[in-house]
């Protein structure tokens, strides 16, 4: 089996200023997020952050990505367009992204969509459950009906993305509103999955069966094999 490249790329901010976020994240989000991803058969991981050199996110480290997992939140704006677009045109190549919780408002990903990624949102560690909405789907392979997170915080519909071309999960939550909290999009010739839970005070990267699902993820978004598709200007016929 082929390496599948991942890198797994951080903000990095919660963990140096916040106490509580480092008690329930010791290694930093990316690090727990790192240990998930090591399940994956023959996964090369790397990690970056927004304080490293580029950003994390130079040109030939993306080259050298596979799949790009995206984690973030206080420092969207920080992240240049440059950097933004650097990622979404590798996307536009075949490169993965999986984007997680309060990364659906980074540029990368509205950039890719097009859209806000706007949403309503409750602090209030509320208990989640995931429904599985397309059993059967690779991102879900080993999971069963539905699971439950003890304390999550709320995200509430409607929130401002296209229509996604799969939707694979709708959460509930304790206070009564739904998520669309798994959802997968196709741009050019790379694979988008956005998952929901994730924030930051809740030991969420370390549930089982949220492992599961990162884990299937990063297989379902890595490249396809094969020539790109031939594009401009074709002095001759085909025949
Ligand atoms: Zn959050």
Redesign the pocket.
Known sequence: MADLRITVWNEGRHEQKDERVRRVYPDGIGGALAAALREVPAAVLRAARLDDPEQGLSEAALAETDVLVWWS?VAHAEVSDESARRVQNRVLDGMGLIVL??ACESKPFRFLMGTTGRLK?R?AGEREILWIVKPKHPIVQGLDGHFVIERE?M?GEYWDVPEPDELIFISSFAGGEVFRSGCCWTRGAGKIFYFRP????YPTYFHPQVRRVLCNAARWAAPVPGAPPAFGNRKTGWL
């Not at 994730?198 to 005070?201: A, I, L, R």
Request: net charge negative; glycine share 10%; charged share 25%.
């Open positions: 939140h919780h309060s949102w602090d915080e995200y994730g924030h930051e005070s």
